[in-house]
């Protein structure tokens, strides 16, 4: 009984280390890890790589990318040799006829004389395309025009994931900072609060002092709750635009910077049409369209093809022989219910409305340039004035408290300017981080690679 016990526990261990173990490679599988909760902070070029890793977008168009690439592989395959074997074995009282070899096709039957039979043949065929007219190299160079086709909604999908990652980003930080700045009008409104209280307690100020500070209290109380709300949903919005389905951070870092990073617009333009993965898309798309019109335009020609076929035929235990014979085929195309003059139609409308979207994208990028250049000057703009609003509110609060602590100020003044104090660091926070919004608009706008 000693022995069950110590082999029964020796299971047990051996099960459980086969977990532990299972379960490391589970987690160490590409694709399926998660970022481990380190409490680490994350810095922006972070979050764009841990985006790029994990975004199931990215890696549902490399997919992508992938199937396409494999397509030239199969388009590729109708110019190598086709080879087939066969296998067919009859038993009755009616056998194929010998002596024969029929390059396609079960052999044919000859009618005995009721006695059961049995035969074999087994075939091998050889099919090789000799010439086609340019349909299978269209079709290859259509494989290949789509597979870059391919490539560049890769791309642009990236560009699109790294844009939501930095908004994400950013409305996070935002959030945060408002976050402080609602518990920062708390405290104030709750110190006002007291002071409105020692006044009334002392005589000199009304009880509807006290009343009105205790009502801004609670109004700044809710806008905190608010503030508190937001920020969690900007956290989960950043997870969702980083690809994560949880938080192991501990918070973000990053060097604020309130100056616009602008180029010559021009040169902005320039960069979009040579960087942008819709504009590239739309060129490789073309030479897809101009190759499916080639291999279309094909079908109205014939189709030369060879064959060799190797025939062991015979009893199934005795009498078999070889035959084998090698022939050309030449195909032409007399009637196809008008299937190839349809193909070619179609084939010419797609390239006509490909060609036609070129100037539509030229049009769209070059408006999506200058509004994002106009929105980082705005942008930038917004800050100065924000700032300066915020200044000559602190300013306007000061003299507003201090009148009241004199007794010579009203608690409406106070509170109406520390309201306007409130809403112009709110305002001043949002302009901020409107400006590296705006730049991350123009940095897609221009097609900046990742």
Do not use: C
């Amino acid at each position: 009984m000693p022995n069950i016990k110590v082999y029964r526990g020796g299971i047990l261990q051996f099960v459980l280390s086969v977990f532990i173990t299972l379960t490391a490679l589970f987690i160490a599988i590409p694709g399926l890890a998660q970022p481990q909760a380190t409490g680490q902070m994350l810095s922006l070029d972070e979050a764009i790589n841990v985006a790029l890793k994990n975004h199931p977008a990215i890696v549902e168009y490399k997919e992508r990318s992938l199937a396409a690439k494999s397509q030239i592989g199969v388009s590729r395959a109708n110019l190598l040799p086709q080879a087939t074997h066969s296998t067919s074995y009859y038993y009755g009282n009616s056998v194929p006829s010998t002596g024969i070899n029929l390059p396609s096709g079960g052999p044919a039957f000859a009618s005995s004389s009721g006695v059961i039979s049995d035969y074999v043949v087994h075939r091998n065929t050889v099919n090789q395309l000799l010439y086609d007219f340019g349909k299978t190299l269209g079709q290859i160079g259509q494989s290949k025009a789509q597979y870059e086709v391919s490539k560049m909604d890769l791309a642009n999908t990236r560009q699109q994931v790294v844009l939501d990652a930095k908004n994400a980003f950013y409305g996070y930080l935002a959030a945060q900072r408002a976050v402080k700045v609602s518990e920062e009008n708390v405290r104030l409104n709750e110190d006002l609060v007291r002071q409105a209280k020692g006044f009334y307690q002392v005589g000199v100020k009304a009880k509807i002092d006290v009343t009105t500070a205790e009502a801004n209290l609670y109004n700044a109380q809710a806008d905190l709750i608010t503030a508190r709300n937001t920020f969690q949903i900007s956290q989960v919005s950043l997870m969702t635009a980083l690809g994560l389905k949880s938080w192991p951070y501990a918070g973000l870092t990053f060097q604020l910077d309130t100056q616009p990073k602008l180029i010559d617009l021009n040169e902005a333009k320039d960069k979009a049409f040579s960087s942008r993965p819709e504009y590239l898309k739309n060129q490789f798309q073309q030479k897809a369209d101009q190759e499916a019109l080639r291999s279309a335009k094909a079908g109205y020609f014939p189709t030369l093809t060879s064959q060799g076929v190797q025939n062991t035929q015979g009893k199934a235990y005795g009498g078999m022989r070889d035959t084998w014979s090698v022939s050309v085929q030449m195909n032409f195309p007399l009637f196809e219910g008008l299937a190839t003059t349809y193909a070619v139609r179609q084939a010419k409308a797609s390239l006509r409305a490909t060609e036609s979207n070129t100037e539509v994208l030229r049009q769209d990028i070059n408006k999506q340039v200058e509004q994002s250049y106009l929105d980082v000057g705005a942008a930038a703009e917004r800050i100065r004035s924000t700032e300066k609003a915020k200044q000559a509110a602190r300013e306007n609060w000061d003299l507003a408290q201090g009148r009241y602590k004199a007794g010579v100020g009203s608690i409406i003044e106070v509170t109406d300017a520390q309201v306007k104090f409130f809403q112009a660091e709110l305002n001043y926070i949002r302009s901020v981080y409107d400006l590296k919004t705006a730049e991350a608009g123009l940095e897609r706008a221009i097609g900046k690679a990742y």
